[in-house]
């Protein structure tokens, strides 16, 4: 049996699905027998290009059209449909890219039509052609003879020399939209006499990015399991990160809880085994998160409404630009998983600088692939056989007796507080890591701003050492101990000042190195 996507391939212009204006053109030109000589379609695939050249021939050879339609029921319709109609010339430019082969299809132009009205050639892929290629085809796709149409047909335009461009009327096939997809699989669904749940037609639908033979290649794929399709089956047939996943990743990343990043990664890993799919995934929240935020718009979800309220829309956009570094990256390291593991971690840290990390409460944590009950509920995920539920961190809270009388809740520090109470940092610190503990003592104490404490460091590797992941829980659990509540040290670059020597230190030195005396 044929695939889902050329059975239901469409023959004439009304069975054209969306691609409105350019049906509209088109058919325009065929009620008034006036093509163009040239065409060029582009778009990303499954868009309908080939297909519409298809209909365009076939409309404009069919000897009993009606308003621009062909009647499908003609010979010569019939040919089309068996594939044998000879004035229908179609060439795979992707493995017939040299001159010799636009040469031998140069020859056959100056034939006359043999059984229809026009001679149609359709190129795809045309934008394989090589250079020499174009140019041999170039005075010809300006001035072909009488009745005789080219369609190129590319999904790269960029790479069509423009000299091809400014001889051919151009059109510019846009993605299809979910709701154009999700009735169009509706009327393959009634027609094929099969049923599917409306989140499985959504999911196909939102998957398929616009492309309309993906969405069918998919439908297909989804009605070989069989009858009584579930949402969690098609997820995980076309690699589908579920939404509660993600919300608990980004719920790790904006607590700072750097602890349960690398496990809760690796499980991803485990489960999905296109992790990249998993970045991708991820990505398209953010940027569902984002419109939301800037729009001021209600999802249908509420789970998204309250994840949109995680982020200002400045962290969203550097936490954006991170994952999307990730998604770049992941096929040149040698575990798919590193670049968003690594992604994740920075964009916690970002975070962990904050006072307990956001202002908000963080989302409660959902094991890999299993739904996470709304806060509201039970307050935390249900933890399956396969996987451990991965607690956040409690958020630190300071002591009464610490917070400033109108203060906000978080310990507000002074230079004098910070100067008498830094030996004791660094006599604890000494019994649990002596080299940070000696490094600390070096490093002169710059500013003093809220619960921040500026400290100078001459060297990059000295600020990595302060700034690494596990120094830095280190050092803010004595901290907390000393001050009382939740401090954090920020290293910054300072330059050695060197101090002036007088005339006469000079001399006296001089004198030491060379055992000499001064002479009146």
Known sequence: MPALYRTYRPKTFKDVVGQSYIVRALRNAVIADKPAHAYLF????????????????????????????????????????????LDLVEVDAASNTGVDNVRSLIDTIHFQPTSGTYKVYIIDEAHMLSKGAWNALLKTLEEPPVNTVFILATT??????????????????????????GAHIGTV????????????????????????????TMLDQILSLGPGVELADAEQLFGVTDEETLLTLLGFVRTGNTQALPGYIDRLAARYPDITAVNRDLLELLRALL??????????????????????????????????????EAGATPRAE?????????????????????????????????????????GRGVEPAAFETLKLHPV?????????EGGSGTLVLNRELVDGLWHEVTQRLKTENGPLSTLLKNSPICDVEANCITVGVKYLFHKEQLESVKNRQLLASILEKVFGGTVRVKAEFVEKVEEPVSTAQTLSDALKVFSGELVE
């Not at 409404?305 to 990730?326: P, T």
């Open 156 to 181: 790269e335009a960029g790479k069509v020399p423009a000299t091809i461009n400014s001889r051919a009327q151009r059109f510019d096939f846009p993605k299809f939209s979910a709701e154009e997809i």
């Open 396 to 404: 630190q809270t300071v002591p009464a007796s610490q917070v400033p």
């Open 189 to 216: 669904l009634a027609q094929e006499q099969a049923h599917l749940s409306e989140p499985v037609v959504a999911l196909i639908a939102k998957a398929a990015n616009g492309g309309m033979r993906d969405a069918l």
């Open 42 to 85: 582009c778009g990303g695939r499954g868009l309908g290009k080939t297909t519409l050249a298809r209909v365009l021939a076939r409309a404009l050879n069919c000897p009993n059209k009606q308003k621009g339609e062909a009647c499908l029921t003609c010979p010569i319709c019939i040919q089309f449909d068996k594939g044998t109609f």
């Open 338 to 378: 590193l670049p968003l593991l690594i992604a994740s971690l920075e964009a916690a840290l970002k975070f962990q600088d904050r006072p307990g990390g956001s202002a908000q409460s963080a989302p409660p944590s959902a094991p890999v692939g299993q739904k996470a009950p709304h806060p509201s509920s039970t």
């Open 291 to 328: 419109s939301i935020q800037v729009q001021a718009s209600t999802p249908e979800s509420p789970r998204l409404a309250e994840a949109a309220a995680w982020f200002s829309e400045s962290d969203m956009l550097f936490v954006m630009r991170q994952f999307l570094r990730s998604y770049k």
